[in-house]
């Protein structure tokens, strides 16, 4: 078995800066030279695509049917107004994965999220977000849909189970309250050694989560990760072993005794050419011919280890 003081790590410290309420650092130094990049990839890869969020899914625009449409009175078309909707960041205060909320205007005037009927349900993270501008009073209507979700959810995945309003208009969602990570990494000193690495993570966030639930998401994520790949590998060893006491094959050769050559060559000259032969005739090796004491040991010490 390797032992784990084989490699002496230095204490390791981790810090998280708050630069203000949307970006934040995350500082690990001392790490093992190149362990930097290998620590810092992993963790920028869950903070992008595997922190949970939420997002606008779906969309009702008065009676439009599709994207393309001029909406009469609306000085932006279709198009740009679901643009701006997707840029709703918002956060689901209930337990629901879904949530729809609406909004009716009908006053001439610009319109802005903050519009939206939430019936705190929903916390609108930026309610000053600009939709649309209503160029004449007007009876204008604006339904969407929130969904709690995780990573990027195209189109063309968004169940379309039931029936389906063609007054809806589905779009796809980028779920991940992270809109940013830089991944820097610098030499620092320890003792007598400049090659270890310092790993900072610059990432920025929407609003809808704190800085301090994410790094904490991501790190358990990737520590959860590692320990059920060790936990399956443990298992999997276990079998492996269990499975190498057993007596080989009669097909096997003597290549399946793993020990000195020189012991091999003697075994083989004495008529032993697997590890089953071997085993069945451990009482007779110490009168094989160049078998010395030391030698003899050897082989009742590897049998041992097998049973």
Do not use: W
């Not at 949307?22 to 963790?43: M, Q, R």
């Not at 319109?111 to 939206?116: G, I, L, T």
């Amino acid at each position: 078995m390797i032992q784990k003081t084989a490699i002496v790590l230095p204490p390791i410290k981790s810090q998280l800066v708050a630069h203000d309420s949307n970006n934040f650092s995350l500082i690990v130094s001392p790490l093992l030279p190149g362990y930097g990049h290998t620590l810092g990839n992993s963790l920028r890869r869950v903070l992008l695509s595997s922190v949970p969020g939420f997002a606008v899914t779906k969309i009702r625009i008065n009676d439009i049917t599709h994207e393309y449409q001029a909406i009469d009175g609306i000085l932006e078309d279709a198009m740009n107004v679901i643009l701006n909707l997707k840029l709703l960041r918002t956060r689901i205060l209930t337990d629901d994965d879904v949530v729809v909320i609406a909004l009716n205007k009908t006053k001439k005037g610009d319109v802005f999220a903050k519009d939206f009927n939430t019936e705190k349900k929903v916390e609108l993270i930026n309610s000053d977000l600009y939709i649309c501008h209503l160029s004449k009073d007007m009876d204008f209507k604006i339904e969407i849909e929130i969904t709690r979700g995780v990573g990027y959810l195209p189109v063309e995945k968004i169940n379309f189970a039931g029936n389906l309003n063609p007054q809806d208009i589905l779009v796809d969602a980028l779920f991940s309250p992270v809109t940013n990570v830089a991944l820097n990494v610098e030499k620092v000193r320890v003792g007598e050694r400049t090659d270890f690495d310092k790993l900072e993570l610059k990432y920025t966030i929407d609003g809808s989560q704190t800085g301090v639930d994410i790094a904490n998401f991501a790190l358990d994520f990737v520590g959860d990760l590692f320990k059920q790949i060790h936990s399956s590998l443990s298992v999997e060893s276990k079998e492996v072993i269990e499975t190498a006491k057993l007596p080989a094959s009669p097909k096997t050769t003597a290549s399946d005794i793993d020990l000195d050559e020189e012991i091999i060559a003697i075994l083989e000259k004495n008529g032993i050419a697997n590890l089953a032969q071997l085993i069945e005739r451990k009482t007779e090796i110490d009168d094989f011919a160049g078998m010395t004491k030391k030698r003899t040991e050897k082989i009742k010490n590897y049998l041992d280890k097998l049973q």
